[in-house]
């Protein structure tokens, strides 16, 4: 009984405090080798810009399926792999992706 509470406030914990902190560590398992996040020039664009540029539900489709999405996002092919990622993780990894720039392009007046 008591491993089950423990497992059931483990899970519920989990879920609370899934956040940008995991996204960040997620991030530098499975992006960090082609998406740069210190203005650098990697593979594919630095996150800043993606956060500046992107809406969050475009970030975690284009995670989810990049060949779906690279001609509506302007590319002329897809070189980015589809990452086994779990549907939390790719939550995850767009609120770290969205919290890196508060500042929006659309929001520009
Ligand atoms: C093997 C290198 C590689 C890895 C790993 C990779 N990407 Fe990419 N990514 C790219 C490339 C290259 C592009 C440019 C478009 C294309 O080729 O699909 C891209 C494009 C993107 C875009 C669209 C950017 C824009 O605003 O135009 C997003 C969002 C993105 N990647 C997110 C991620 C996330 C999140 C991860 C990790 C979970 C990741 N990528 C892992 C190479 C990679």
New binding site residues.
């Given amino acids: 009984m008591k491993t089950i509470i423990i497992t059931i406030i483990s899970l519920l914990g989990i879920n609370l405090f899934a956040d940008i902190e995991n996204g960040k560590k ?2 530098l398992a ?2 960090a ?3 740069t996040t210190n203005g650098g020039m990697a ?3 630095d996150f800043n ?2 956060s500046y ?2 809406k969050k539900e ?2 975690k489709a ?2 989810k399926d ?1 060949y779906e999405n ?1 001609k509506r ?3 002329d ?5 589809t ?1 086994p ?1 779990k549907e939390n993780e790719i939550e995850d ?2 609120d770290y ?1 969205d919290s890196l720039q508060t500042f929006k392009v659309w929001m520009k007046k």
Wanted: aromatic share 16%; glycine share 6%.
């Fill in positions: 997620l991030h499975n992006c080798i082609c998406h593979f594919g664009k810009i993606v540029t992107r475009d970030i284009y995670m990049p690279f996002f302007g590319y092919a897809n070189a980015m792999p990452l990622l990894i767009a992706i």
